[in-house]
């Protein structure tokens, strides 16, 4: 089994910043890739930004320039630096983690889900 669990999130004011936490632990073998996504009510998870574990990154338009994700290979965990915050990104933030459970005929690849942290950006 694999756990993913985000942390973070809470109330901040426009132009303020709040980082986002996301561990993934249990009988992984390896981590290909980590990432958030972020959802409002009545809208599809929309991508944020996803690190692999070469270090490459990809974000959405809506948020280069503000957001920085980064992952820690060693402890399996991902942050998302999220600046200059503004109305429009208040949503629950899902982590998700890309891995190998496993080894051999044994081994599996899947997506892992947390189950979400609320941002509001909100004076």
């Known amino acids: 089994q694999v756990q993913v669990v985000e942390s973070g999130g809470g109330l901040v004011q426009p132009g303020g910043s709040l980082r986002l936490s996301c561990a993934a632990s249990?009988?992984?073998?390896?981590?290909?890739?980590m990432g958030w996504r972020r959802q409002t009510p009545g809208k599809q998870r929309e991508r944020v930004a996803s690190?692999?574990?070469?270090?490459?990154?990809d974000y959405a338009d809506s948020v280069k320039g503000r957001f920085a994700i980064s992952m820690d290979n060693a402890k399996n965990t991902v942050y998302l630096q999220m600046n200059v915050l503004k109305s429009e990104d208040t949503a629950t933030y899902f982590c998700?983690?890309?891995?190998?459970?496993?080894?051999?005929?044994?081994?599996?690849?899947?997506?892992?889900w947390g189950q979400g942290t609320q941002v509001t950006v909100s004076p």
């Open positions: 690190i692999g574990n070469n270090g490459v990154t």
């Open positions: 249990g009988s992984i073998s390896s981590v290909f890739a």
């Open positions: 998700y983690a890309f891995v190998k459970t496993g080894s051999g005929t044994a081994a599996y690849t899947d997506y892992y």
